[in-house]
């Protein structure tokens, strides 16, 4: 195993989080130039192209009261995404795994390290994996990452494996350790210590070069948003308008996790190289110091980016500003 292929030595430690402000190479290229990003992640993909559908996949922005919030990408508008909570019924990517690594190959300007975040069954991570090296063999200048989402709450009959030990096993059991990338897995948001726990036994039992990182937090699942008419804002495929709550609301239990996972990893020799990205609420600096306080080697980003565009990670500093006068 080559360390220098596996390390997540972001400079920044930077980046965006699965999305669906990373969906296209418009998006993409977007969040690879700006400067205060030390990688980029894509939208999870599938082998074959998810069956996105407007009326049933939807995201809304909102504070704690409920009240709406206007997305505002245009260049003059201030940025502050302060106590933006968001819900989504979304789930995974239109475009295949296939058309992304095309994608990611006829991109000749990239240079930044990217994380192409995956899920499916672990024969088909299997053979994204392989598509993954080779496409590392082709890039070799430019790190490439593989994001196992075991995590997303907006799958009808499709609970997160993430939850369930026995099928997370089955990921482990099966997986390939890579020696072109690296391979980590994304999280659900856990809410009680046997959870933590479980998940160390299983990463313990794993083979120390197979998983390289973590990243946590995905949305937290099962919640609800009404309008001031009690009407859901957001449409779902079950008909319900339940999602994935992310953003401030979330801030605090993400922290939590990271916080957590980091104490338990580093306890065990078997676990203790796993780096941790943390992702969950952060919208401004104080976030950021928050979240690598926790314990997290490198910040994720999303429903920020949601609602200001890319132009919001300029304004996140990992050192307060220091006035030269005092």
């Not at 296939?98 to 190959?105: L, R, V």
Request: charged share 20%; with cysteine; net charge negative.
């Amino acid at each position: 195993m080559n360390d220098a292929t596996h390390a997540l030595d972001f400079d920044p430690p930077i980046i965006n989080s699965a999305g669906p402000w990373a969906t296209t190479i418009a998006n993409l290229r977007a969040i690879h130039d700006h400067s205060n990003v030390g990688a980029i992640t894509t939208r999870t993909v599938c082998l074959e192209p998810f069956p996105h559908d407007d009326r049933l996949h939807q995201y809304a922005f909102f504070h704690p009261d409920f009240d709406p919030v206007v997305r505002r990408e245009d260049e003059n508008a201030s940025v502050s995404a302060s106590g933006i909570s968001s819900l989504n019924s979304l789930a995974y990517s239109p475009i295949a795994f296939g058309n992304m690594i095309d994608i990611i190959e006829a991109w000749e300007e990239r240079y930044k390290p990217i994380i192409v975040s995956v899920t499916g069954s672990p024969e088909e991570v299997n053979q994204m994996l392989d598509g993954l090296e080779g496409l590392a063999l082709k890039q070799a200048t430019a790190k490439i990452f593989m994001e196992i989402n075991l995590s997303c709450p907006n799958v009808p009959g499709n609970p997160p494996p993430g939850y369930d030990m026995a099928q997370f096993k089955e990921y482990t059991r099966t997986l390939r350790t890579s020696t072109a990338i690296g391979v980590g897995f994304k999280l659900p948001p856990y809410t009680f210590e046997r959870q933590f726990d479980d998940l160390v036994a299983l990463l313990k039992s794993a083979p120390k070069s197979q998983i390289m990182f973590l990243t946590s937090t995905n949305t937290l699942g099962s919640a609800l948003a009404l309008n001031d008419l009690s009407v859901p804002v957001i449409a779902s495929a079950t008909g319900t308008g339940i999602g994935g709550l992310a953003g401030a609301s979330l801030h605090p239990l993400a922290l939590g996790n990271v916080a957590i996972l980091g104490r338990k990893l580093t306890e065990h020799d078997e676990t203790k190289h796993i780096k941790i990205i943390g992702v969950g609420g952060v919208h401004d600096s104080g976030g950021a110091r928050r979240m690598l306080a926790a314990g997290a080697n490198v910040v994720g980003i999303g429903t920020a980016i949601g609602v200001y565009g890319p132009k919001l990670l300029g304004e996140i500093r990992l050192r307060p500003k220091i006035d030269p006068a005092s």
